[in-house]
Every structure is written in structure tokens, then in C-alpha cells.
């Protein structure tokens, strides 16, 4: 069957409801190719081919394994080909994977997490002592900045600067991927922004991952590029997944009154609560660029080298041969565990992190407003224009019967 049969897989309908074309997919064309700017990229759709993906030895994250044609197309893509924020973890492969990743993965340490989730909550309760008026806006009130405030401490950003990097932040987030010229001002302002930061922590070092970051670049443990990309892609990747883990999970419970009545009932359900927000409507689209560094098939589809490939996390995630009742909100299932942070070697770092943060920020909010709802029409409802990231831009809330 032609792709043409199936429901657009681009546009404001596309975003607000993406699951009936991935429905399409998966049954009609699992591993298929769909039409880019500039080129072609494989979509891959089915639970199982997706794990295989993202753990396939041949499949390379680094971009100089993209075809020419790939190349080309992302020329005007803001954040590639900068070798100042391109050089982090995600598009890295091997031994330089493994080593930028261990650099940065102390600082998710259970003993970290323990002191991150009572700061989480401080914020928290903080954020919404502020909420005032019969209606307010959960992600400009709450699900933006509580993370946006936990990765700058945990990066040791100082409180002056913090407006600074919220702004740039804020257009990179939220712009549309057409706005190029935008994206690349405010990307070219928080690169600058990032390597002020550096030196200011070479010169004035703190108790943060970005000082230990600096001291392992003294000892030449990562170079200076590599040193601004992971600050970047912590920074934005840090907060921008939880931004969308509460948005789309407050969303879920307003959606399901009656299971936000069980979680509100026994809070120790959380973690399994978070889990299924993950699953259902999760804050990642498709992971990131892979390429095939030689011939490989999945899903009876062969790839040629450089080739790209995007694996759908959101339709692996409703594959019906991985979860009974895929389209139900059901908390506590048993089976196959969620995508929403990946598999393999580039599971997400911070995945930890995003969970303690979903936790603290829907827990609060389920406590303090018992009569909450929304105030708008669900098709109403914008989200975010990105080919990667699942969030909402507002969610417009009545705190109070």
C-alpha cells in the first residue's frame, strides 16, 4: 500500500494527534522512507524493529556518517556543523561515546538524585506558591522553569545569568523549525553565553558538574569544543524532555479524571504513574540521527550506508504487539518496558533526573489542587512544531472549582 494512503505525517493536525499515521504505519509500512527537505530519512514505526535500531551496532550517531544528500539538507539546520555545540555524546559513537558519557554520568548518581528531588520539591512548592487567579498556564508556571532552575544548579549557572540563558533557551525551545534565522541568533548567543561560563568557571570553580567538567579538560580528558557541546546539550536536553514529561503528564491525568483520582489517593504510585505518561504520550518524538556505517536491514528493509534514520519512540511505544490496549492510559502495566529514553549504548543520561523532576512537579500539583482541571478544548491545544521533541506550548488550568 502507498504511503499516500496514510494520514499526513507533518502539520498542526499531525502534531496535536500523531497516533493514527503511526497506527498506519506500523500496519502498512513499518520501515518506510518519508519525504524530508532536501531528502529522504527511514521512518521506522514497530516496537520490536525500534529497539533493534537503537542498538544496532552498523547504525552510527555521529553526523559525518550521513549521506551527501543528508549532509546538505541539514546544512541550514541551526545546530548542525558547528563543531562548538555539535561535539557532545549524542553524535558521538565508540570510545569517544563511552567517554563523554562516563564524564558526565556521576552526576546522576542515586546520592545526586537524592539531593536533586529535594531541591525539585523546593522549587516546586515555590513555583506554585506563585500561582494566582482562577486560571493559570502549568508550563510557563511550572513545568518550564522547575527544570530549567535544577539543570542550572546542577550546572553551577549563576543566579545572575540564569535570565540570560532562559532567554535564548526559551527561542530555541519553542521556535518552529522554518524560523532558521531565529534559532541560529539565539544558538549564536548561547554559544557565546557558554564559553563565558567556562572561563568564568576556570577562573571561579564551584561545587557543579560544570567545574568538574572544566577541571577534566585541564587534564585533557575533553577538548575545549567537546567541553562547550556537552554544556549545550545538558543544558538544553537538560531541561527541554521534562518540560514535556509534565506538560504531556498533567495532560494524561486531566484527560483521565478517574486515574487521577487513584494517583491523588496513594502518591506512592508515582513512579509507576510516570512510567505510563512516558509510554502513552512521552516527551520524545523520534530519537535522534542514526546512519548505517554498512548494508543493513530492518524490519525487511535495507539501508545503505549514510542513509538517515529516525526511529518514532512515540509509535514504538503504541505498538499493540508490545502493550495490551496500547491507546489506554493504564498505569502499572506489566511487559514490555517503555522507549521514551531510548535503548543501548545513548539511553538517555539523564533519564533519572526527568523522573525525579515528573515526580515532584505532578505529586505537588495533584496535593495542592484537588479541584484542578483544564480550561480549554483538548483540540485546542498547541504542540511544539519539532521533529524530535513532544511538548505542549501552554496548558491552560482552572486550580480551583
Same mark, same amino acid.
Request: charged letters at 25%; hydrophobic letters at 45%; aromatic letters at 6%.
Given at each position: ?30 520501515? /518506510?522512507?518519508?519525504? #524530508? ?78 539531593? +536533586? ?69 539565539? /544558538?549564536?548567543? #548561547? ?38 557541546? /556537552? ?9 527541554? /524532555? ?7 503528564? #498533567?495532560?494524561? +491525568? ?23 505518561? #512516558? ?11 542514526? @546512519? ?100 505542549? @506550548?501552554? +496548558? ?6
Amino acid at each position: 500500500m502507498s504511503i499516500d494512503s496514510c494520514p499526513p505525517l507533518f502539520g498542526p493536525a499531525f502534531d496535536a494527534d500523531p497516533y493514527p499515521a503511526y497506527d498506519w504505519l506500523r500496519r502498512n509500512a513499518p520501515v /518506510t522512507r518519508v519525504p #524530508l527537505p532536501g531528502c529522504e530519512a527511514w521512518l521506522v514505526t514497530r516496537y520490536e524493529d525500534a529497539v533493534t535500531a537503537l542498538t544496532h551496532p552498523a547504525l552510527a550517531k555521529d553526523p559525518a556518517a550521513g549521506s551527501p544528500e543528508w549532509r546538505a539538507a541539514s546544512l541550514g539546520l541551526p545546530l548542525d556543523h558547528r563543531p562548538g555545540l555539535a561535539r557532545h555524546m549524542i553524535n558521538a559513537d565508540g570510545a569517544d561515546h563511552a567517554r563523554l558519557r562516563r564524564l558526565v554520568s556521576g552526576a546522576f548518581t542515586p546520592r545526586r538524585m537524592a539531593g +536533586l528531588r529535594t531541591r525539585a520539591l523546593e522549587v516546586t512548592d515555590a513555583l506554585l506558591d506563585r500561582l494566582d487567579g482562577p486560571e493559570t498556564d502549568l508550563i510557563s508556571g511550572l513545568a518550564y522553569p522547575l527544570p530549567i532552575t535544577i539543570i542550572c544548579d546542577l550546572l553551577g549557572v549563576p543566579e545572575e545569568d540564569r535570565a540570560t540563558f532562559h532567554r535564548h533557551a526559551s527561542v530555541i525551545d519553542s521556535a518552529a523549525a522554518s524560523e532558521v534565522e531565529e534559532i541560529a541568533r539565539a /544558538t549564536d548567543a #548561547l554559544e557565546i553565553f557558554l564559553g563565558d561560563l567556562v572561563e568564568f568557571k576556570r577562573s571561579r570553580p564551584g561545587d557543579d558538574l560544570l567545574t568538574d567538567l572544566v577541571r577534566r579538560s585541564n587534564q585533557g580528558e575533553i577538548d575545549k569544543d567537546e567541553l562547550t557541546s /556537552t554544556a549545550f546539550l545538558l543544558l538544553i536536553a537538560g531541561h527541554e /524532555t521534562t518540560v514535556a514529561l509534565i506538560g504531556n503528564g #498533567l495532560l494524561a +491525568l486531566l484527560r483521565h479524571p478517574a486515574q487521577a483520582a487513584v494517583l491523588r489517593a496513594d502518591l506512592s504510585r508515582l513512579p509507576d504513574f510516570i512510567d505510563e505518561m #512516558l509510554r502513552y504520550d512521552g516527551p520524545v518524538r523520534n530519537a535522534t540521527w542514526r @546512519f548505517p556505517t554498512e548494508p543493513v536491514v530492518i524490519g525487511g528493509q535495507e539501508m545503505l550506508p549514510g542513509e538517515p534514520i529516525l526511529v518514532s519512540l512515540l509509535a514504538a511505544n503504541r505498538d499493540p504487539a508490545a502493550f495490551a490496549d496500547p491507546d489506554a492510559f493504564s498505569p502499572g502495566r506489566v511487559g514490555e518496558p517503555h522507549l521514551a529514553f531510548g535503548r543501548g549504548p545513548h539511553y538517555c543520561v539523564g533519564a533519572a533526573l526527568a523522573k525525579v523532576e515528573g515526580e515532584a512537579a505532578i505529586g505537588r500539583v495533584l496535593e495542592r489542587f484537588p479541584d484542578l482541571a483544564l480550561a480549554a478544548d483538548p483540540a485546542e491545544l498547541r504542540w511544539w512544531p519539532s521533529a524530535i521533541m513532544r511538548g505542549l @506550548f501552554s +496548558l491552560p488550568v482552572r486550580l480551583h472549582g
